[in-house]
């Protein structure tokens, strides 16, 4: 079946790294995403991983995958109070188009 | 140019109305998309387009109405909607190649309000 699972809420402060967990049901997944969304706006692609990688680092975003435990996690370095929003994990089923997305986590960023 | 683009960005429309939502992408991508978001929710997938043609409809209601009429807008017609119907309502659209699907591109949405 397809669910994704995220905690809801996270807070950091500003220049501390952060770390979104996010597990996933489905092992036929093969794309899993991160995106971000502010408020009121659509959603922005971050990064995605290839269900055969297990990292991924673009700039200060590192996506670190487990596929053994289902396990996808996005670190980002020197958080900024520009990162606050919403961070949704998502997994892309084999055969379909059909990305399914987790409940989102909403990262706070104190100054 | 990697833009979807979705029109109108916010609608007001009455129960009794019918409207149309829009959008638009030219990066060639073959499928296109329609999720529903409630506030505090995550999107919901409503209907999937693969080269022009309805390949997936998460069954919805039939008062939306998505038409594909070429490769690069996607439209939902909506008519006889509910005041529960009003949500954000998302574009997206990547490259088809079946199981390698790349990436999805999402619009900045149509917030809809039934009233």
């Known amino acids: 079946g397809e669910d994704v699972e995220q905690s809801l809420f996270l807070s950091v402060r500003e220049g501390d790294s952060s770390v979104i967990n996010c597990t996933y049901t489905?092992?036929?997944?093969?794309?899993l995403y991160w995106y971000k969304q502010e408020p009121g706006a659509g959603l922005q692609l971050l990064t995605y991983i290839f269900s055969n990688m297990d990292m991924k680092q673009d700039q200060r975003l590192t996506v670190l995958l487990n596929k053994k435990d289902k396990h996808l996690s996005l670190r980002i370095a020197d958080t900024q109070t520009g990162d606050s929003a919403i961070y949704f994990c998502a997994e892309q089923t084999g055969g379909y188009q059909k990305v399914t997305f987790g409940i989102g986590t909403k990262l706070q960023v104190i100054p | 140019d990697t833009e979807v683009t979705q029109t109108p960005k916010h609608l007001v429309m009455g129960m009794t109305n019918k409207k149309s939502l829009k959008c638009e992408q030219h990066?060639?991508?073959?499928?296109m998309y329609w999720y529903k978001q409630k506030a505090k929710k995550p999107p919901e997938l409503m209907f999937v387009?693969?080269?022009?043609?309805?390949?997936i409809n998460e069954s919805v209601p039939s008062r939306f109405s998505p038409e594909c009429p070429n490769s690069s807008l996607l439209n939902l017609h909506l008519h006889a909607l509910q005041p529960e119907d009003s949500a954000l309502y998302l574009c997206a659209s990547s490259q088809d190649r079946g199981r390698d699907n790349t990436e999805a591109f999402f619009g900045q949405g149509t917030r809809l309000t039934v009233v």
């Open positions: 387009y693969s080269y022009e043609k309805l390949s």
């Open positions: 990066m060639g991508h073959r499928a």
């Open positions: 489905d092992s036929s997944s093969t794309y």
